[in-house]
């Protein structure tokens, strides 16, 4: 089973240090072993667009990407009549 690892990027779940800057919780995502906080990312702006700065804890040493979905959630959704696996999170 795979896990995920989401940033909830949702203005009302964020804690607002500066008015250009932002901290969200990152959640490990495990059907098996439940959801976890692991972490954050500061989303700060800089002069050339936004940083984003990961205090993550526990993944194994490595390279990592992600990308920012508009909905914290990785449950399914229905599209064009079908259930899809991860939908619920929304658009890119």
Same mark, same amino acid.
């Given at each position: 089973?795979?896990?995920?690892?989401? *940033?909830?990027?949702?203005?009302?779940?964020?804690?607002?240090?500066?008015?250009?800057?932002?901290?969200?919780?990152? +959640?490990?995502? +495990?059907?098996?072993?439940?959801?976890?906080?692991?972490?954050?990312?500061?989303? +700060?702006?800089?002069?050339?667009? *936004?940083?984003?700065?990961?205090?993550?804890?526990?993944?194994? *040493?490595?390279?990592?990407?992600?990308?920012?979905?508009?909905?914290? +959630?990785?449950?399914? *959704?229905?599209?064009?009549?079908?259930?899809?696996?991860?939908?619920?999170?929304?658009?890119?």
């Amino acid at each position: 089973m795979k896990k995920l690892l989401t *940033a909830a990027l949702l203005c009302c779940a964020a804690a607002a240090h500066a008015q250009n800057e932002i901290t969200v919780p990152v +959640s490990l995502l +495990s059907v098996a072993d439940g959801n976890q906080v692991v972490g954050e990312v500061r989303i +700060s702006q800089s002069k050339y667009g *936004a940083v984003f700065t990961p205090k993550i804890r526990g993944l194994a *040493a490595g390279i990592y990407g992600f990308h920012v979905h508009e909905k914290p +959630s990785c449950e399914a *959704a229905e599209k064009d009549g079908k259930k899809v696996e991860g939908l619920g999170a929304g658009g890119h």
